[in-house]
T-cell receptor, first 118, second 113 residues
């Protein structure tokens, strides 16, 4: 099946620093990737839709200047948490939609990145 | 607006017994329905989907789900549970192949030996 990777899997940083998370589709191309945030014991909340070669679409309440998304190629999207604060600590998960015929409707998820801001 | 409800926070079942994890949805138009499983500190793994066709969909690890249009439900089932099935299960819906997924709150499945 389609594989999505994320890097890093864990990151601990000081308050005020910026953290970049990478999401890669390993064996398929994805013009669209999605970034989710998951709090402990809660469901996934969509943060933004990342479109290759264009600006990301952010969900209501998500600060686009704080969560910078870049989708520079068909296999890579990055999420940068700028000036991170403790309340940004969370589990960030990306997904990618397989563009191949018959697979467009399925999102495949990365393993997630746990961010802890001290 | 689309929505998904998973009425049970947790389902407990003995190993070897059948299991059901419930999901109901609301969406305009034809639904695209999905089940994902999440193990601790991991991302979501795709289990199965319903787009069109047979109402009974078979997926990974012996799981299946039945689409019921009149009841707007898409319950996940397995004939014989394994301890290794213990995880967090999410139901999700979309109203279009390319649109965003809306997730249910998740149901924790506990399979006891």
């Amino acid at each position: 099946g389609a594989v999505v990777s994320q890097h890093p899997s864990w990151v601990i940083c000081k308050s005020g620093t910026s953290v970049k998370i990478e999401c890669r589709s390993l064996d398929f191309q994805a013009t669209t990737m999605f970034w989710y945030r998951q709090f402990p014991k809660q469901s996934l909340m969509l943060m933004a839709t990342s479109n290759e070669g264009s600006k990301a679409t952010y969900e209501q309440g998500v600060e686009k200047d704080k969560f910078l998304i870049n989708h520079a190629s068909l296999t890579l999207s990055t999420l940068t948490v700028t000036s991170a604060h403790p309340e940004d600590s969370s589990f960030y998960i990306c997904s990618a939609r397989d563009q191949s015929a018959g697979g467009q409707e399925t999102q495949y998820f990365g393993p997630g990145t746990r961010l802890l801001v001290l | 607006a689309q929505s998904v409800a998973q009425p049970e926070d947790q389902v407990n079942v003995a190993e070897g017994n059948p299991l059901t994890v419930k999901c109901t949805y609301s969406v305009s138009g034809n639904p695209y329905l999905f089940w994902y499983v999440q193990y601790p500190n991991r991302g979501l793994q795709f289990l199965l989907k319903y787009i069109t066709g047979d109402n009974l969909v078979k997926g990974s690890y012996g799981f299946e789900a039945e689409f019921n249009k009149s009841q707007t439900s898409f319950h996940l089932k397995k004939p014989s549970a394994l301890v290794s099935d213990s995880a967090l299960y999410f139901c999700a819906v979309s109203d279009n192949a390319g649109n965003m997924l809306t997730f249910g709150g998740g149901t924790r499945l506990m399979v006891k030996p």
